[in-house]
């Protein structure tokens, strides 16, 4: 038909007893409180999906008369009145004991810059992992009522959604979003002005934005570029979530890293703890020192001053991961402002310099100068990052430099079905989510009945079948399938008998992930989906960055193997991955795969949403799963180092998958007793839930941050500020001494080097050391005494400090230290010699060491 298509709303008025779901609407706490959202849906279901699950665009949209029955309706009203008083509640609690042991609310603020935040599906400014990371580290801080607010960007288009068409590609959508749409508001200074921020384009002026999002009891300030005020290239700086090219990425960083701090302090904000999560947002370094400098420090002693409250999280284990931009890039955005931050170029370059960016600065290198606390965010991954960062401290070995590590966790409330927090409210009380870092506690889940175990599960699983079989019809009807065909793969989509064992496998799509790993067998794959007695499912789903051509083949590789006969329903690929079918999956298959190339999955956390369901994971022992796996609660696959060669690996671990899966997954799932279940699939699955619930949430998490980092960096920081910054210039100008002196320190033994002494008697050292113009005060020596293990290496067990005692006309300096062994017989020990200086966040922050 011609002629324009004129759109029009009809907006319902909200009766005056219904005004407050428009509040609700606009505090990010709905997503993750289930009963808030309840109130949107229950009104109108198919709405609510058609919508996006957004609670604004809801608002606009409900019929009048589905409202006005709502307001006369005493079950929705007494529903609504509680969910109101939950929520006042929640905001009324104030700062809990265990923060107040560590921040004070009245003088502490962390700000958490991120370049994404996955909070809930209807405000897609979130990519994957780091994002949903992000939100969740969010909505912790804001359960834990801890000062703290997010600096982020707020995208135009987001991050695109997926569709998959009929030959298995994958097509990427950009919807324009609205902001009147999103949970967002202009903020605004004490006038009711909007707040705008600029920053330096290589000599233009870019004005920002600032919006603030509510969730909970914390604030997300989000920067826009999107202006008239701009030009129209410099508009499209914030449009799209990791889009554009390189010189789109270092503005997109220009405008989180430096319009972050500005609009921070446009707010009114100061904050005494700064956490930079992944490298995109370490310009604020430069930011910070900028002006510091502004208030009379030389660059060293504002560097001094500002890393010694940040915090670094790295998330990137391969240096191709980094961001990295050429000098001329460089030069172009900062040579302007140099002299503002006291800098020639070579030395602003040197911040950014390591071994893999020749002619590069990595943003990775300026947050690890940058900050005083940084980590990886697992066990392996912060081996992994140790070694991988050693270069900024090149003498000390990685285990033992500053590079630490804190597991992720994900946040229960949002990722636990509503179904498990009813049981848990109705058997253990509203308070288990006062628990979360109980590990008693979470015992009692062995004191639910197996049956009820068992059966809640499979209506979850029912549920999930229910969907996918819609998805699945969707996507098909879509792309022209005829209706013999969509019957075919929906034939084993069997809400009716969610009996079936179900295997999930969905994230980010990145080649790493080997999400073909399953199929490297097709033959002994296709016998175990074919075992009519013993039914299997397998549900495949995630993103490929539209950049990144191999792992979107990954997609097409799938999409065939679905159309095989000896696949055909069996095997699923759903498009549209977002938070809310992750958080379908994760709580209603039965078992979640992964299968990454160790050590390449940082942490992973989708396994974590899973395990703490009581879906039970079957993955290489990489990242989070190589610390949360017991023995008890899932299935491990050996990794494989980088030592081996790729296809042996793959192919050992493909195999050892596909034994698992034949001998132990499916046996046991159909393992069943008089009453129809497993109850052994049963003891498996508790053994998940109750491990991996107080381990793996991210109040544990946030915990970790506020006692390991939050808390001493915001002592570092008063320190560093006391009479007008001294500690900040001593330190400043100790390094600078350090630096001159170090090359020429030597240190030798001047004892007997006796190889033997009898029990009861000291071994007696004695060390000189030429300090080359450094005090003895300014180093330390050490003894590390220990034993060698199985395969010969040095373990230690007890550590002693040398005394200073006294220096000699020629400029030596003599240490003594009389050791009596705590261990008797054979056993080893080690002689080595360092800076030391009290004020240092780390012994070995100095980077240097002599081993003697
Ligand atoms: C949890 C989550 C991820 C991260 O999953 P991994 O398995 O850790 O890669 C990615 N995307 C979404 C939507 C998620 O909810």
Same mark, same amino acid.
């Given at each position: ?23 609700? &609407? ?41 409202? #006005? ?29 265990? +923060? ?11 700000a958490y810059f991120c370049a994404e935040f996955g ?6 400014i979130y990519s994957g992992g780091l994002g949903?990371l992000a939100?969740?580290h ?6 834990? #009522?801890?000062?703290?607010?997010a600096v982020g960007m707020l995208y135009?288009?987001?991050y ?23 949970? %967002? ?14 920053v330096?384009?290589?000599?233009? @002026? ?16 989000l920067l ?5 005020? #701009? ?6 700086i914030t449009?799209q979530l990791y889009g554009g090219d390189i010189n789109t990425r270092i503005q997109q960083e220009i405008v989180l890293g430096i319009g972050g701090v500005? $609009? ?10 700064w956490h930079i999560n992944e490298g995109h947002a370490a310009f604020q370094i430069l930011e ?22 940040t915090i670094f999280t790295t998330h990137t284990?391969?240096?191709a991961g980094h961001d990295i931009f050429?000098?001329?890039l460089m030069?172009?955005y ?18 950014g ?7 590069g600065f990595n943003m990775t290198a300026l947050a690890l100068?940058g900050s005083?606390?940084r980590?990886?965010v ?42 498990? $927090? ?63 065909? +969509? ?38 794959? &296709? ?13 495949? $789903?995630?993103?490929?960055h ?5 792992? !979107? ?28 079918? &992750? ?16 050590? *390449?999955?940082a ?8 395990? +703490? ?40 671990? &493909? ?26 699939? %049963?003891?498996?699955?508790? #053994? ?10 991210? !109040? ?79 180093? *330390? ?40 062994? @705590? ?26 060491? +002599?081993?003697?």
């Amino acid at each position: 038909m011609p002629g324009t298509r004129y759109t029009l709303e009809v907006q319902p008025v909200l009766p005056e007893r219904l005004k407050r779901l428009k509040e609700l &609407a606009n505090d990010l706490l709905y997503s993750w409180d289930r009963e808030v959202r309840a109130l949107f849906f229950r009104l109108d279901r198919e709405l609510w999906e058609s919508c996006g699950h957004n609670p604004k665009v809801f608002l606009r949209r409900v019929a009048q008369k589905r409202i #006005n029955e709502a307001a006369e309706d005493r079950v929705f009203m007494e529903d609504y009145n509680r969910v109101l008083s939950v929520y006042d509640t929640y905001h009324q609690e104030t700062a809990r004991a265990d +923060i107040l042991q560590h921040l004070d609310p009245k003088e502490d603020l962390v700000a958490y810059f991120c370049a994404e935040f996955g909070l809930h599906e209807s405000f897609q400014i979130y990519s994957g992992g780091l994002g949903i990371l992000a939100g969740d580290h969010c909505k912790a801080a804001s359960d834990l #009522n801890l000062p703290f607010v997010a600096v982020g960007m707020l995208y135009r288009q987001g991050y695109f959604t997926q569709t998959i068409d009929a030959r298995g590609s994958q097509v990427a959508h950009y919807h324009p979003m609205h902001f009147a749409d999103l949970p %967002v508001d202009p903020a605004l200074d004490a006038n009711g002005k909007e707040i705008h921020v600029d920053v330096d384009m290589s000599g233009k @002026r870019v004005i920002l934005k600032v919006w603030k999002a509510k969730a909970g009891h914390i604030t997300l300030y989000l920067l826009d570029s999107d202006l008239p005020e #701009n030009d129209e290239a410099d508009r499209r700086i914030t449009y799209q979530l990791y889009g554009g090219d390189i010189n789109t990425r270092i503005q997109q960083e220009i405008v989180l890293g430096i319009g972050g701090v500005r $609009a921070l302090g446009a707010v009114g904000l100061k904050p005494t703890v700064w956490h930079i999560n992944e490298g995109h947002a370490a310009f604020q370094i430069l930011e910070r020192c900028r002006e510091a400098v502004a208030q009379g420090l030389d660059f060293d002693s504002a560097l001094e001053l500002v890393a010694a409250n940040t915090i670094f999280t790295t998330h990137t284990p391969v240096p191709a991961g980094h961001d990295i931009f050429d000098y001329a890039l460089m030069e172009r955005y900062f040579g302007s402002q140099l002299k503002a931050l006291g800098l020639d170029k070579e030395k602003l370059f040197s911040l950014g310099s390591s071994p893999d960016s020749q002619g590069g600065f990595n943003m990775t290198a300026l947050a690890l100068r940058g900050s005083r606390f940084r980590n990886g965010v697992s066990r392996i991954h912060g081996g992994v990052a140790s070694r991988m960062d050693a270069y900024i401290w090149p003498q000390i070995p990685p285990e033992e430099n500053p590079v630490g590590c804190i597991t992720n966790g994900v946040h229960v409330p949002t990722f636990l079905a509503r179904e498990w $927090a009813n049981l848990f409210d109705m058997r253990f009380g509203g308070g288990w989510r006062n628990e979360l870092l109980n590990e008693e506690f979470w015992k009692h889940i062995d004191d639910i009945p197996d049956h009820s175990y068992w059966s809640l599960h499979q209506s979850l699983k029912a549920e999930m079948l229910a969907e996918v079989k819609r998805r699945v019809i969707h996507q098909h009807r879509r792309n022209g399938t005829s209706e013999a065909l +969509i019957e075919r793969y929906v034939q084993y989509l069997t809400p009716h008998d969610a009996d079936v064992l179900t295997v999930g496998f969905a994230r980010r799509f990145a080649t790493y992930k080997r999400a073909t790993l399953l199929f490297s067998d097709p033959v002994r794959l &296709a016998r175990l989906l074919n075992d009519p007695k013993r039914r299997m499912l397998l549900i495949f $789903a995630g993103k490929a960055h539209p950049h990144d051509l191999p792992a !979107q083949r990954l997609i097409e590789v799938i999409h065939e193997y679905s159309r095989r006969p000896e696949f055909e329903g069996k095997l699923i690929l759903l498009e549209g991955y977002d938070l809310s079918l &992750a958080r379908k999956l994760v709580t209603s298959v039965d078992v979640w795969l992964n299968t990454p190339e160790y050590p *390449l999955e940082a942490s992973g956390t989708s396994g974590e949403k899973a395990g +703490i369901n009581g879906v039970i994971n079957l993955s290489v022992l990489d990242g989070w799963w190589g610390e949360g796996y017991n023995g008890e609660n899932g299935w491990a696959i050996t990794p494989h180092g980088a030592q081996y060669d790729s296809a042996y690996r793959d192919r050992e671990e &493909a195999q050892e998958l596909l034994d698992i899966m034949e001998k132990q997954v499916i046996p046991l799932y159909y393992h069943r007793n008089g009453h129809g279940y497993s109850e052994q699939w %049963v003891k498996k699955s508790k #053994n998940s839930m109750k491990s991996l619930i107080p381990r793996f949430n991210s !109040q544990r998490m946030v915990m970790d941050y506020v006692r390991n980092y939050y808390a001493p960096a915001k002592r570092q920081r008063l320190m560093m500020l006391g009479n007008n910054f001294a500690r900040a210039k001593e330190i400043a100008a100790w390094r600078k001494r350090l630096d001159q002196s170090w090359p020429k320190v030597s240190a030798w033994r001047v004892d007997d080097g006796l190889a033997e002494i009898r029990s009861g008697e000291a071994l007696a050292l004695r060390v000189k050391a030429r300090l080359n113009g450094l005090h003895p005060d300014d180093v *330390l020596v050490e003894c590390l005494v220990g034993y060698e293990s199985d395969n010969n290496e040095f373990i230690r067990l007890d550590s002693h400090i040398f005394a200073a005692e006294g220096t000699d006309e020629s400029g030596e300096t003599r240490f003594k230290l009389d050791l009596y062994p @705590r261990l008797p017989g054979l056993q080893y020990y080690k002689i080595r010699l360092f800076p030391f200086h009290p004020a240092l966040s780390h012994r070995f922050e100095s980077g240097y060491m +002599i081993w003697l």
